[in-house]
């Protein structure tokens, strides 16, 4: 395949809803282009995008495929991705290189949350959007009711561009509106028709419509405007002409209907998207920033060769590949590249198209292409590639954060290194997903965007690096406190033959305001103890606040006062002071009502007025209060309190209690008192565990 003119391209990804039908559409695409010679099934695991071991598995897309294939001359970079909402942040990266986003929308089912969030990120990159109906050819599907849903939605100007003729189970003819034709396909897959003019009341709708459409047009530009009302209308050139412009102004949202799965009107929808989809000439010019931090513009008819990854993988026997979309000049097979974003000169080395897991060789992809290269020592997924003499560096996404937290438990000892090397080249390849060694809990924690994505990430784990790990509820960020005033009096004494080890420390403690910390003070007098051992006293509560004292958990909000010892002239040192003010401040802990502070999460719930009810009660369940509830454009937001405690896979449920539509985020807020009858419970668990180890 020669290289295209940037005009000439069409990167496009295919969003949607879980189910919408992306895959099976990307299928007939390939199928009517030729690319492939008959459909592939997602049950027989036989389609060209969904390859991987766990999409096979599954059922699912769970990674972007990249595809291509030419049509009118026209080549399109598809991007097949997942629709899944744990795997949104995959839709979210091809939108970011995309130049238009193709929304499926699967008739019975209607808009779903997926239909709602891959919108909102095509608005926010400021892309146009196409909307496809499919799925004509099920039982009591209603075109009217989908496309005023979409209009409720998407806002009036969604217009559709052909009208099922016979929609439900023998579904195969359309009317399409541009040609005013009935357009009657074949039945076999091939995406093969014949057409002929409408006639009857199918003619009346369909010149209806086309009129309709020609005011569109006309309103979305003042010149055509003026040529409408002084021509009375538009030449059939002019209107057409008006179609991509109106198009990428987002003057009016084109609607499409077809059955992937039977090929059935995907011709027609590609014709459009060949003649009328947004290419990179249409957004010549991208911001990003220098090397000084500064702003830059990238333009897409310069020389310099300007790249981004927006996605890396793992391919077995095939080793790392990263997409990647060539923004300005040529990026060819040997060139050397600067990553500004790692500050590292990478060698690119061989250049591919792709169509799922085949791949063909090319030695150069031009401004505006999209392709994937091989083996790059130290690219991730957002990274820059540029000349090193002229730095910058693209925008990359800003990925949501994780809504789901888990423990990785080794089964077996020895694999920690193979497990770090693992989690570190599955965050570098997937940005969405997030890891962290906490030394407080003493546990690895994972984070990802769903229960499904944080099987996935473990079962590539497990698999791509040989170690064998589960997943386990992580531990909670107790804290200890106290709730009165207490003294201690410790006297430590040590003799083994030579110096021994001498020193008494006297404390008070008291509570102390909340978020404040450990304050610590002296107040000695006279000579009792040498000023140089009050640091050592100090060292030594600071050890036993971060061990904790009464489950293990770090101390918090205690004022603490050194107020009297005695030392010994040869005997007592440093450890000698550190030991005593360890165990002083332990007793007195221990006498002054101490008692366990939990975390409170703050969260953001957005569900349907529907599913209020249930969210609350589930929230009340979990010892959750509502704080305020706002109304979105179409969901409502409930602001809530929560204990961590309550919260594990607490994802997982509200899509459970909201058919999948609920989505929330939360953040630590604050410290709460435990009650008593739980706090008995981490009390007995924690010294179960010492006893255990």
Same mark, same amino acid.
């Given at each position: ?34 690319? @492939? ?40 970079? @598809? ?112 995406? =093969? ?70 090929? @059935? ?17 249409? =957004?010549? $010019? ?131 290194? $193979? ?55 992580? =531990? ?218």
């Amino acid at each position: 395949m020669a290289n295209h003119r940037s005009a000439d391209l069409r990167n496009f990804a295919i969003v949607g809803h879980a189910s919408s039908g992306k895959t099976v559409l990307s299928e007939a695409m390939l199928a009517c282009s030729g690319m @492939i010679n008959r459909m592939g099934r997602i049950a027989d695991g036989t389609t060209v995008s969904d390859y991987h071991v766990s999409e096979k598995q599954r059922q699912i897309s769970t990674q972007t495929s990249l595809l291509h294939a030419t049509w009118m001359d026209k080549k399109f970079n @598809i991007m097949d991705t997942p629709g899944y909402l744990d795997f949104m942040s995959e839709a979210l990266a091809a939108l970011h290189v995309a130049d238009f986003a193709l929304v499926t929308i699967q008739a019975q089912h209607g808009i779903g949350v997926g239909t709602e969030r891959v919108s909102n990120f095509a608005d926010h990159y400021g892309i146009p959007k196409i909307l496809v109906v499919n799925a004509m050819d099920k039982q009591n599907t209603s075109f009217d009711a989908v496309l005023g849903d979409a209009r409720a939605y998407f806002g009036p100007r969604v217009f559709p561009l052909n009208v099922p003729v016979n929609p439900g189970p023998d579904f195969n003819q359309i009317l399409d509106v541009l040609r005013n034709d009935i357009v009657t396909y074949e039945t076999a897959g091939r995406g =093969r028709y014949t057409e002929q003019p409408a006639r009857g009341s199918w003619k009346d709708r369909v010149l209806q419509l086309h009129r309709e459409l020609i005011e569109l047009i006309a309103e979305s530009d003042d010149t055509l405007l003026t040529k409408f009302f002084d021509q009375g209308g538009l030449s059939e050139e002019e209107f057409r002409n008006g179609i991509h412009a109106a198009v990428q102004r987002q003057h009016f949202t084109p609607l499409f209907c077809i059955s992937a799965e039977t090929n @059935i009107g995907v011709a027609r929808l590609m014709d459009f998207i060949a003649k009328y989809g947004s290419s990179p000439v249409d =957004r010549p $010019k991208v911001t990003a920033l220098d090397a000084y931090g500064k702003e830059a513009e990238v333009e897409l008819t310069s020389a310099e060769p300007i790249a981004q990854v927006f996605k890396t993988m793992h391919e077995e026997h095939f080793g790392e590949l990263s997409f990647f979309r060539v923004y300005s000049g040529t990026v060819r097979t040997g060139m050397e590249l600067y990553n500004s974003a790692r500050g590292v000169t990478e060698r690119i080395g061989q250049i591919y198209r792709l169509n799922g897991r085949d791949r063909v060789a090319v030695g150069e992809l031009s401004s505006g292409d999209i392709g994937a290269a091989v083996k790059l020592k130290d690219t991730h997924t957002g990274n820059t590639l540029c000349l090193s003499n002229r730095q910058v560096k693209l925008p990359a996404p800003d990925y949501p954060k994780p809504s789901l937290h888990a423990a990785l438990q080794p089964r077996a000892k020895g694999e920690e290194d $193979k497990i770090a090397a693992g989690l570190a080249t599955l965050h570098g390849e997937d940005p969405a997903f997030q890891f962290m060694a906490d030394p407080e809990l003493r546990q690895t924690i994972v984070a990802a965007q769903g229960e499904l994505h944080l099987d996935v990430v473990a079962e590539r784990l497990r698999r791509r690096f040989n170690v064998h790990v589960d997943l386990i509820q992580p =531990r909670v960020r107790f804290r200890e406190t106290i709730k009165a005033n207490a003294e201690a009096d410790y006297r430590h004494k040590k003799q083994s033959g030579g110096a021994g080890q001498f020193a008494q420390v006297l404390l008070r403690i008291s509570p102390a305001t909340r978020d404040s910390g450990v304050a610590f003070s002296e107040s000695l007098s006279g000579q009792c103890v040498d000023r140089v051992f009050v640091t050592s006293v100090e060292r030594g509560i600071q050890h036993a606040c971060s061990e904790g004292i009464l489950a293990g958990y770090r101390v918090v909000d205690v004022n603490v006062n050194f107020y009297d010892g005695k030392m010994h002239p040869v005997d007592s040192n440093d450890i000698s002071f550190q030991v005593a003010g360890y165990w002083a401040f332990k007793e007195a802990f221990l006498k002054a009502r101490p008692c366990l502070l939990e975390p409170i999460h703050s969260l953001e719930i957005r569900v349907p007025e529907d599913c209020v009810g249930k969210v609350i009660g589930d929230l009340s369940s979990r010892r959750g209060r509502v704080v305020g509830m706002d109304a979105g454009s179409r969901l409502q937001i409930i602001h809530a309190l929560a204990p961590a405690r309550e919260l594990y896979r607490y994802a997982s449920q509200l899509r459970s209690l909201t058919g999948g539509r609920g989505l929330h985020t939360e953040e630590f807020s604050h410290y709460e008192d435990l009650p008593a009858e739980l706090e008995q419970q981490v009390v007995e668990s924690a010294k179960k565990a010492r006893l255990n180890h």
